[in-house]
């Protein structure tokens, strides 16, 4: 085959039909408009270049939609060649996702875009949304907000940003009721909230679950809450690598309890063997920390109201008052004259 022919495959044939065909699904929620997640089981490929490029997230895997069907089948190029060639016609070959539409104008470079949104504040969207749906405590928002890595994002989003180790705003972790994504333009390093000179790194996969962990850790002293926002660039290992130079330092892998989290741990373990520290495996007793944040909260709201009182269910609904007891004379009579034996 030609080298105009293979460019033709390749500009036509989409990833995705490959991934279609082998069993796989899009991950909606974990989706964005550059980076559409499949998912077979435990198995994960990121979809981008609008289709025509894919990478492996669990391992080094990369390429175009030639070496997509290798990785899937385990064949040649030219058993791969064929694959390819036999869903030029297919139904298969169609878009299986549509992203969300934009929040908001996307042509102003990075740093205006961050610099026009305002901080969160008491009462705003944001801060319901953290606060609210999220269980945040204050204490730990206001941390964030001291250190300046959170904005209000559109219709009650948080933008939580990732710094490079100048300090500088790369892009951010966009997340709402309704909406997930990452800044255009932009590059996920890490997003950091503690001491930069911290001699406990814990690495978690999104920057609510960084929060929320140094929320049920108190913001313990001497940590470093860290996120990588779900993916693994040479420029995060390149940050964690820079954080991580100390052997007294501690490298605390807080992903996710799944497998995916647990191929983020075993990085970071092989990473921290490599630099020579301290490592140790943080596994969430949910499926995330602010999943088991929430838990906690909930815990708590439910023995603060059997402390305080008689429990809810037992509680008089409201507007249902007892009915007033009639007044009664010495001999037990009513007003009308009527005697009125009252029980006890």
Same mark, same amino acid.
């Given at each position: 085959?030609?080298?105009?022919?293979?460019?033709?495959?390749?500009?036509?044939?989409?990833?995705?039909?490959?991934?279609?065909?082998?069993?796989?699904?899009?991950?909606?929620?974990?989706?964005?408009?550059?980076?559409?997640?499949?998912?077979?089981?435990?198995?994960?490929?990121?979809?981008?270049?609008?289709?025509?490029?894919?990478?492996?997230?669990?391992?080094?895997?990369?390429?175009?939609?030639?070496?997509?069907?290798?990785?899937?089948?385990?064949?040649?190029?030219?058993?791969?060649?064929?694959?390819?060639?036999?869903?030029?016609?297919?139904?298969?070959?169609?878009?299986?996702?549509?992203?969300?539409?934009?929040?908001?104008?996307?042509?102003?470079?990075?740093?205006?875009?961050?610099?026009?949104?305002?901080?969160?504040?008491?009462?705003?969207?944001?801060?319901?949304? $953290?606060?609210?749906?999220? #269980?945040?405590? /204050?204490?730990?928002?206001? !941390?964030?907000?001291?250190?300046?890595?959170? @904005? %209000? *994002?559109?219709?009650?989003?948080?933008?939580?940003?990732?710094?490079?180790?100048?300090?500088?705003?790369?892009?951010?972790?966009?997340?709402?009721?309704?909406?997930?994504?990452?800044?255009?333009?932009?590059?996920?390093?890490?997003?950091?909230?503690?001491?930069?000179?911290? $001699?406990?790194?814990?690495? #978690?996969?999104? /920057?609510?679950?960084?929060? !929320?962990?140094?929320?049920?850790?108190?913001? @313990? %002293? *001497?940590?470093?809450?860290?996120?990588?926002?779900?993916?693994?660039?040479?420029?995060?290992?390149?940050?964690?690598?820079?954080?991580?130079?100390?052997?007294?330092?501690?490298?605390?892998?807080?992903?996710?309890?799944?497998?995916?989290?647990?191929?983020?741990?075993?990085? $970071?373990?092989?990473?921290?063997?490599?630099?020579?520290?301290?490592?140790?495996?943080?596994?969430?007793?949910?499926?995330?920390?602010?999943?088991?944040?929430?838990?906690?909260?909930?815990?708590?709201?439910?023995?603060?109201?059997?402390?305080?009182?008689?429990?809810?269910?037992?509680?008089?609904?409201?507007?249902?008052?007892?009915?007033?007891?009639?007044?009664?004379?010495?001999?037990?009579?009513?007003?009308?004259?009527?005697?009125?034996?009252?029980?006890?």
């Amino acid at each position: 085959m030609k080298r105009h022919e293979l460019e033709n495959l390749k500009e036509k044939v989409l990833c995705g039909s490959l991934l279609a065909r082998a069993g796989y699904g899009v991950d909606t929620k974990e989706s964005t408009r550059r980076a559409v997640k499949w998912r077979r089981g435990a198995e994960i490929i990121i979809i981008t270049h609008e289709g025509r490029g894919w990478f492996d997230p669990l391992s080094d895997a990369k390429g175009d939609v030639f070496s997509l069907a290798i990785h899937l089948d385990g064949g040649t190029f030219i058993a791969a060649l064929e694959s390819v060639a036999s869903l030029m016609s297919s139904k298969l070959n169609i878009q299986e996702w549509t992203p969300p539409e934009r929040l908001g104008p996307q042509n102003r470079g990075l740093t205006e875009r961050w610099g026009a949104r305002r901080r969160p504040w008491p009462g705003s969207a944001t801060w319901r949304y $953290l606060c609210g749906e999220r #269980t945040l405590p /204050a204490t730990v928002l206001c !941390s964030a907000i001291e250190q300046d890595v959170l @904005r %209000e *994002g559109p219709y009650g989003s948080m933008w939580a940003a990732h710094t490079d180790d100048g300090g500088n705003v790369c892009g951010w972790e966009g997340r709402g009721p309704e909406w997930r994504g990452f800044a255009k333009g932009g590059a996920k390093i890490l997003f950091r909230l503690g001491p930069c000179h911290a $001699l406990r790194l814990c690495v #978690t996969e999104a /920057a609510i679950d960084a929060m !929320s962990l140094a929320a049920i850790e108190g913001m @313990r %002293e *001497g940590t470093l809450y860290l996120s990588t926002g779900g993916g693994w660039s040479p420029a995060t290992e390149a940050a964690i690598r820079t954080l991580a130079t100390r052997s007294d330092l501690q490298l605390v892998a807080a992903t996710d309890a799944n497998s995916q989290g647990d191929a983020y741990a075993h990085r $970071l373990r092989t990473l921290a063997e490599e630099i020579g520290c301290n490592w140790l495996r943080l596994r969430p007793q949910a499926d995330d920390w602010n999943e088991v944040l929430n838990k906690r909260e909930r815990q708590r709201r439910e023995r603060r109201e059997e402390r305080d009182g008689v429990p809810h269910s037992r509680r008089p609904r409201k507007g249902k008052l007892r009915p007033a007891l009639p007044a009664l004379d010495p001999a037990g009579r009513d007003a009308g004259g009527q005697v009125r034996v009252m029980k006890d």
